[in-house]
């Protein structure tokens, strides 16, 4: 068996993150030697690491400083591969390869369609992202786009071998996750449906129109909207949940370490978003048997969801349209087994076999 390692800034609470524990634990459960290098060993999702996968502290005070730790790690254990996410983290691995001089392949995953996050950035990195896929990302043995939609926007930028896989969000230890119990008053016998959302508070996640689609439903029928994450965005939130009068309607968690049970007791998850590389989400909530409503945002949400078959689609930035979507998914929605069984097209056993074939690897 091989040896592979997974390459991250660090285990703080987001999709891609998560994302790439779950594949460093798929390769183990395979039977491979699996390194996760970290630069900074810190997050909430150190504590899910599995017992199979040793974790490389690089203990850098930056990313960029990381690049000569990671160089000497890959001179010294030579893995097959190392496999990186996100932007900032797949240019190290690839200046960390060259500096190293070994033969370990590089994949880069590439987990948000780039063009659009460049066009609505503020941050130079961000908007400079684009170029320096181009420039560098060739070098790579592989670039992964996690839906069909990104690998299309990187084909588009030149990387005309960029490929898609889909992220692994079925685990046994989500399908274990979404039993355990949920002690929250809102979830309790008789109350009011909660709408759910999850995700960064961020401009990306658009939750300002999440938040007034909710004003519009409230008036309606009795429920209530939880959104689970933390960001930058929490006092305008904040703000804005307080000037629409919602404050008691309207809970803002944080993060939890187990959002599947929230998820499988809540009425609707709603994905608001402005853009996504894939929706991890949408799979998560129906894993748990949940309805969803989500924007036709680029790029994932309408091939999760096969252009509105398994949930209903509303565009960007409309209000009105989630409100309407909202009301009639709590009205009549879907049911439970026919959600799971889609669920299972996004498999950690099916995304692993996948990327095993990257390097002719036996998918057994």
Known sequence: MAKFAFFLMDLRGGGAERVMLNLARGFGDRGHEVHLVLVRAEGPYLSQVPPQVKVVRLEARR???????????????????LISALEDTNI????????????????????NTLSREARSSTQLKRRLAPTLARWFYPWAKAVVGVSEGVAADLRQMGLRRAIAIYNPIVTPEVLEQVHAPLDHPWF???????????G?????KDFDTLVRAFAQVHPQRPCRLMIL?????????????????????????????????????????????????????LVEAMVAGTPVVSTDCESGP???LAGGEYGRLVPVGDADAMAQAIALTLATPDPPERLKAHAMTFSLDRAVTEYLRIFGESSV
């Open 302 to 304: 309408a091939e999760i």
């Open 92 to 111: 190290i691995a690839l200046w960390a390869q060259r500096l190293a001089r070994v033969r370990t392949e590089v994949v880069v995953t590439v987990h």
């Open 200 to 204: 960064r508070l961020e401009a990306q």
């Open 188 to 198: 309790g016998a008789g109350e009011p449906p909660v709408i759910l959302a999850v």
């Open 63 to 81: 990313l960029l400083l990381s690049v000569f730790a990671l160089a000497n790690y890959l001179r010294r254990e030579r893995p097959a591969a």
């Open 229 to 281: 994450g933390e960001g930058d965005e929490r006092s305008r939130l904040e703000a804005l949940i307080a000037q629409l009068g919602l404050t008691e309607a309207v809970a803002l968690p944080g993060f939890v370490e187990n959002p599947y049970i929230y998820m499988r007791d809540a009425g609707v998850l709603v994905l608001s978003s402005a853009w996504e590389g894939f929706g991890n989400v």
